[in-house]
């Protein structure tokens, strides 16, 4: 499956040239933004951590061994890829015991900048957002449209898809997800399940989306569609009086697309038909997310992007610096700019 496939059209026309991404880890520099005051007492120990080339995963357990307690003790908030210069918060359990000395953990690629107490654990997604520090090198695009660009998704957003490194090399999950929905079962091992359930989900989500951007109104309101704030989880019905929603224009409010569960979509009307049509051309994996437990969710279709801000250091290099709420991938905002080229090993990243 190639990425039109996974991801559908591009809302602002055709790429306008190429770049690089990631030729060096620094050229993809992701800070997480956690709103949580930490008391400086309790049994938690929260550290604020610098990775470099180093995924979540392995960094909890590098933390973990260091610390002297099992990786089960070890929590974040969410995972960030170990193709970046990351910096991300962590929690250790360690109740009745002094804090640890963490030196054997740390190297060039991990370094704890910030440590301190707290009460409470570090849940999953409890961050709001994530902070990106971009650079786009060997860059063949003209200047001046790049700003045009970048001044319309100032003002609009782009689309929210799910980015392609969701999927796996080449849609490699999706092509997994739809065997095992075939068959009518699930992969036993966990993290396996987790992985081909949330690729499967994501896919239909963005199938949803590609037909609103190619019908040119995935930023719009419609009646039938259902409604969400950008940071919000609870969705309410669009009907004619707030598809007219000052908040739409301002990108606060946004309509949503499904991510699969049980039951049908609670949308009405032509959102509905649409959302309900994808589902039937898709029915074993929607039956599939079904047989797994998973309840009927929504996602924004439109992503706002937070204090943008660009520059071009050097002539061939675009520097983006920009926020995101949590969930969302940077790479669907790189997508309608430029073409990007090959950098070796380090490439796709995924920020969650």
């Known amino acids: 499956m190639n990425e039109p496939q996974l991801l559908g059209p591009r809302a602002y026309g055709e790429a306008l040239g190429t770049a690089v991404l990631k030729a060096v880890a620094e050229d993809f520099q992701v800070d997480e933004v956690l709103d949580i005051p930490l008391s400086g007492q309790g049994e938690h120990l ?17 933390l973990a061994r260091a610390a002297g307690v099992p990786v089960r003790a070890i929590s974040y908030a969410g995972l960030k890829d170990r193709q970046a210069l990351t910096r991300q918060w962590f929690s250790l359990h360690l109740p009745g015991k002094a804090d640890p000395d963490l030196t054997r953990a740390q190297d060039e690629t991990l370094r704890v900048l910030t440590q301190t107490r707290h009460s409470r654990k570090l849940q999953r997604g409890a961050h709001s957002a ?21 001044e319309q998704i100032a003002r609009h957003g782009v689309p929210n898809y799910f980015g392609a490194q969701r999927f796996g090399h080449a849609g490699g999950n999706v092509q997994d997800a739809q065997a095992w929905a075939e068959r009518g079962a699930l992969p036993e091992q966990r993290n396996t399940r987790s992985r081909l359930l949330s690729s499967a989900r994501s896919f239909l989500f963005n199938q949803v989306l590609a037909e609103r951007v190619q019908a040119g109104d995935w ?50 009307g032509a959102p509905g038909a649409r959302e309900r049509a994808i589902g039937a051309r898709h029915a074993a994996l929607c039956r599939w997310l079904a047989s797994a437990g998973l309840k009927q969710e929504r996602r924004v279709l439109r992503l706002p992007i937070g204090a943008l801000t660009w520059h071009y250091p050097e002539p061939d290099t675009l520097q983006l610096e920009f926020v995101l709420p949590a969930g969302c991938f940077a790479t669907v905002l790189v997508r309608e700019l430029v073409d990007l080229l090959p950098a070796g090993p380090l490439e796709n990243p995924c920020v969650f």
């Open 46 to 62: 929260w550290l604020w951590v610098e990775k470099r080339d180093l995924n979540t995963e392995e960094a909890a357990r590098r």
């Open 130 to 150: 994530n902070g990106f520090t971009l650079r786009l090198t060997a860059l063949q695009a003209d200047r001046a449209a790049l700003d045009a660009r970048l």
């Open 219 to 268: 930023q719009h309101a419609i009646v039938g569609d259902l409604l969400a704030f950008t940071d919000s989880r609870s969705f309410f019905p669009a009907d004619a009086q707030t598809c007219e929603d000052p908040r739409l224009a301002l990108l606060d409010l946004h309509p949503t697309g499904p991510l699969w569960g049980e039951g049908e979509p609670a949308t009405d």
